[in-house]
């Protein structure tokens, strides 16, 4: 892990983190043959044929799990979501102040971005791939996220901790400037996910008027 300092399964490749779900062997499989063709060839340029050669499976296998494309689309995103909720609401909740609390979610699911990129990248670019009713669940899930930065900036700003106009917007600014990580990284990059997290948190509290990172 190029030494960082990445909490408990940050760092762990997605393959591994969607073993959380216990998936069957052969669903799994097709689950992550999909995100890494998804992220290369976006929803529409990919068809069940090219998903079942990467998982090493028949045409028609795809089928024996999943109703449509669209379906498999779906269930990795809700995955790939409610893992990251999952992650950003235990960062949220350590005993530390708004500050230090900012601070760990920030460096945490930029880190997230990076260490995850295909999945952040299919999450990010395909939404409009989506059924309206996976449409919906699947942004009602980053609105959780979206709370759970918004409630941090408004408990410092609450305290006096924070220096904040327009909780709202300062909530956007930060969440954007973790998820645009996906946008520009690549493998290789000259900063590690986790120097990349500290980076951007430094930048999230200058947002909200704390110019040194919390100690």
Same mark, same amino acid.
């Given at each position: 892990?190029?030494?960082?300092?990445?909490?408990?399964?940050?760092?762990?490749?997605?393959?591994?983190?969607?073993?959380?779900?216990?998936?069957?062997?052969?669903?799994?499989?097709?689950?992550?043959?999909?995100?890494?063709?998804?992220?290369?060839?976006?929803?529409?340029?990919?068809?069940?044929?090219?998903?079942?050669?990467?998982?090493?499976?028949?045409?028609?296998?795809?089928?024996?799990?999943?109703?449509?494309?669209?379906?498999?689309?779906?269930?990795?995103? @809700? /995955?790939?979501? !409610?893992? =990251? #909720?999952?992650?950003? +609401?235990?960062? &949220?909740?350590?005993?530390? *102040?708004?500050?230090?609390?900012?601070?760990?979610?920030?460096?945490?699911?930029?880190?997230?971005?990076?260490?995850?990129?295909?999945?952040?990248?299919?999450?990010?670019?395909?939404?409009?791939?989506?059924?309206?009713?996976?449409?919906?669940?699947?942004?009602?899930?980053?609105?959780?996220?979206?709370?759970?930065?918004?409630?941090?900036?408004?408990?410092? @700003? /609450?305290?006096? !901790?924070? =220096? #904040?106009?327009?909780? +709202?917007?300062? &909530?956007?600014?930060?969440? *954007?400037?973790?998820?645009?990580?996906?946008?520009?990284?690549?493998?290789?990059?000259?900063?590690?996910?986790?120097?990349?997290?500290?980076?951007?948190?430094?930048?999230?509290?200058?947002?909200?008027?704390?110019?040194?990172?919390?100690?």
């Amino acid at each position: 892990m190029d030494g960082t300092k990445a909490g408990p399964g940050l760092a762990e490749p997605f393959a591994a983190l969607v073993d959380q779900y216990q998936f069957p062997a052969g669903y799994r499989r097709m689950l992550l043959a999909a995100v890494d063709a998804f992220a290369e060839h976006g929803f529409h340029g990919t068809s069940t044929r090219d998903i079942a050669a990467r998982a090493g499976m028949s045409p028609a296998a795809l089928y024996a799990h999943f109703s449509s494309k669209e379906e498999l689309l779906h269930t990795i995103m @809700a /995955s790939a979501l !409610d893992l =990251t #909720v999952a992650m950003v +609401s235990g960062e &949220a909740s350590r005993p530390a *102040s708004p500050a230090g609390r900012l601070q760990a979610v920030v460096t945490a699911l930029s880190a997230w971005q990076a260490y995850h990129l295909p999945v952040a990248r299919v999450v990010l670019y395909q939404l409009d791939a989506l059924a309206p009713e996976h449409l919906a669940e699947v942004t009602g899930k980053m609105r959780k996220i979206d709370r759970i930065v918004r409630a941090i900036i408004a408990d410092g @700003a /609450s305290v006096g !901790d924070f =220096t #904040v106009t327009d909780i +709202s917007a300062t &909530a956007t600014a930060t969440l *954007s400037l973790c998820l645009d990580v996906a946008r520009w990284y690549h493998p290789g990059y000259r900063r590690t996910p986790q120097e990349i997290g500290e980076m951007n948190a430094r930048t999230a509290l200058r947002i909200v008027g704390v110019p040194e990172p919390a100690t």
